[in-house]
C-alpha cells in the first residue's frame, strides 16, 4: 500500500462530502446527475479503498512513496497550466464557456508542441462532445459570458 493513495482516497472522499452537500442546494429534478456522478465516485474510491486495505493486510507494509510521486516535478510546467487554468475561468466569465474552452484547449496543446493536425482534430471533437452533451443530451445551459452573454 502506498502513502499518496491514502490521501487520494482521503481527498476524494472530502471532495464527494462537499460536493454532495453543494448539490443539496439544487432543485430537485437537477440533482439526479450530480448525485449519480458522486455516487459513482464514492463507490470507485470504495473498491480502491478496499483494494488497498487488502494488499495491506497480506504484506502488512505502507511504501512512503511521496518523494518518487514528485520525481521529474516541472515547477514551471506547473505554474504555467496553473495560470492557463486560472485563465480559463477569466476568459470564462467575460466571453463564456465555448470561446474559453477553444483558447484554453488551443494554448494547452500549442504549449505542449501538439501537431496541428491532431489540435484541429482535438478541439473539433471537443467542442462538439461537450455542445452535444451539455447542450443537447442534458440540456444544461453553460455560462455565455458578462461580454458575449449580451450577444447571444
Known amino acids: 500500500m502506498k502513502r499518496t493513495d491514502i490521501y487520494i482516497c482521503v481527498f476524494m472522499y472530502l471532495f464527494c462530502a462537499f460536493f454532495q452537500h453543494e448539490t443539496q442546494k439544487f432543485p430537485e429534478g437537477a440533482r439526479h446527475y450530480p448525485h449519480f456522478v458522486i455516487g459513482l465516485l464514492f463507490l470507485l474510491t470504495t473498491i480502491r479503498l478496499y483494494d488497498m486495505v487488502k494488499q495491506y493486510m497480506k504484506d502488512r507494509h505502507v511504501v512512503n512513496d511521496v518523494s518518487e510521486t514528485f520525481k521529474g516535478f516541472l515547477p514551471k510546467q506547473f505554474w504555467t497550466m496553473f495560470a492557463a487554468f486560472l ?27 501538439i501537431p496541428k493536425k491532431y489540435v484541429a482534430m482535438v478541439l473539433i471533437v471537443m467542442l462538439a462532445l461537450t455542445y452535444f452533451t451539455f447542450g443537447w443530451f442534458l440540456n444544461v445551459p453553460l455560462p455565455k459570458g458578462e461580454i458575449l452573454g449580451e450577444f447571444l
Open 87 to 113: 485563465g480559463f475561468f477569466v476568459l470564462m466569465y467575460f466571453f463564456g464557456f465555448y470561446l474559453a474552452s477553444l483558447v484554453y484547449i488551443l494554448f494547452c496543446l500549442h504549449y505542449f508542441r
